[in-house]
């Protein structure tokens, strides 16, 4: 097995190389596809690394590619099929830190957090809030993978009534062990005082979010999207926030950076983040391990884990 990894680089590749080089030395590291060819049968990558047809022409002998990350919609799908290749993703690292980050986003929303503290700086003492409790509220989870899973753990103390949306329903003896409600797409739209979106961007979920679907929102509901930016339409949750004064919490954008002139970063009640839900220092370290896992079981004839699917 030869290996190259392409990463991006602001990361701290001297101590991602140390720590490889400790359990599988000889793994390549580049940070750019700018090469001709390359002999390597694996390859490594982020969410940050376009690959489709053109970087795997580079790799005539490539047989896996490894996503070092739960998003894999930089890779070009139908050609890594096309070419019989086997991609995996690693789905389970950042679910802790995703799962936090949106009960952070969701307390600082409820509480207002952000507008309290300008006003302070500025040298206001508001004196009446409207602040609203997170115990009662009906939480919506959108995709019922590790991440949703794991957020549904950490809410239950908080004494909310769960309700979801996966297109693969749960087995009824999880729904009941974890005390959830499934319900179909709009239902759940139309009940939830909160919305936590953590579904792939596929054919079938792109721009999933459009008019239609936030006029189904109540009012003064929170919204989150801490998965793909493209599963929204930006007009669209404008207009939500101006019609029905929806709060937004948004950590992802169909480009990014963003273009911060958009009449969205102008707007009250929406607390942004720069794609960095999954990022903490040690879902980081469990992203390296959960690869080098693979790699390893990959080199002995083992099925690596977290195989990806055909999109739905």
């Given at each position: 097995?030869?290996?190259?990894a392409i990463?991006?680089?602001f ?7 140390k ?7 000889g ?11 390359n002999d390597?049968d ?5 969410t940050?690394?376009?690959f ?24 070009d ?9 086997l991609?995996c993703n ?16 969701t307390?600082?929303?409820?509480k ?16 009446l ?14 995709g ?12 239950i103390?908080?004494?909310?009534g769960?309700?979801y ?8 003896k999880?729904?009941e062990?974890?005390?959830i ?11 939830s005082?909160?919305?936590?979106v953590?579904t ?17 929102m109540?009012e003064?509901s ?5 998965a793909?930016g493209e599963i929204?339409d ?19 954008f169909?480009?990014e ?12 009640n929406v ?13 980081q370290?469990?992203?390296?391990t ?17 195989r ?5």
């Amino acid at each position: 097995m030869k290996a190259v990894a392409i990463l991006p680089a602001f990361l701290d590749l001297n101590n991602i190389k140390k720590s490889v080089d400790q359990i599988m030395p000889g793994i390549d590291i580049l940070t750019d596809t700018e090469f001709d060819k390359n002999d390597a049968d694996v390859v490594v990558i982020t969410t940050f690394t376009p690959f489709g047809k053109k970087e795997m022409d580079k790799f005539p002998e490539l047989k896996y590619i490894q996503v070092a990350s739960t998003g894999y919609n930089n890779v070009d799908i139908k050609e890594a099929r096309r070419r019989n290749l086997l991609l995996c993703n690693v789905p389970v690292a950042n679910k802790d830190a995703v799962a936090e980050h949106v009960i952070g986003s969701t307390l600082a929303l409820l509480k207002n957090f952000i507008p309290f503290d300008s006003q302070i700086r500025s040298g206001h003492w508001p004196l009446l809030t409207n602040s609203r409790e997170l115990q009662g509220k009906i939480f919506g989870i959108i995709g019922m993978g590790a991440i949703g899973i794991k957020l549904v753990q950490k809410l239950i103390p908080f004494n909310v009534g769960i309700v979801y949306y996966d297109p693969r329903r749960l087995p009824a003896k999880d729904e009941e062990f974890y005390g959830i409600t499934y319900l179909e797409l709009d239902e759940l739209v139309k009940a939830s005082d909160i919305i936590s979106v953590h579904t792939p961007l596929t054919k079938n979920t792109r721009l999933m979010f459009n008019e239609d679907r936030f006029k189904l929102m109540k009012e003064n509901s929170i919204f989150i999207n801490t998965a793909r930016g493209e599963i929204v339409d930006e007009k669209a949750l404008v207009n939500a926030i101006k019609s029905k004064n929806i709060y937004a919490a948004i950590d992802v954008f169909s480009k990014e950076p963003p273009d911060t002139s958009s009449e969205l970063f102008h707007l009250e009640n929406v607390l942004f983040s720069p794609h960095i839900a999954g990022v903490t220092m040690e879902s980081q370290e469990r992203f390296i391990t959960e690869t080098i896992g693979n790699l390893i079981r990959y080199s002995q004839g083992i099925v690596p884990l977290y195989r990806v699917e055909d999109e739905l």
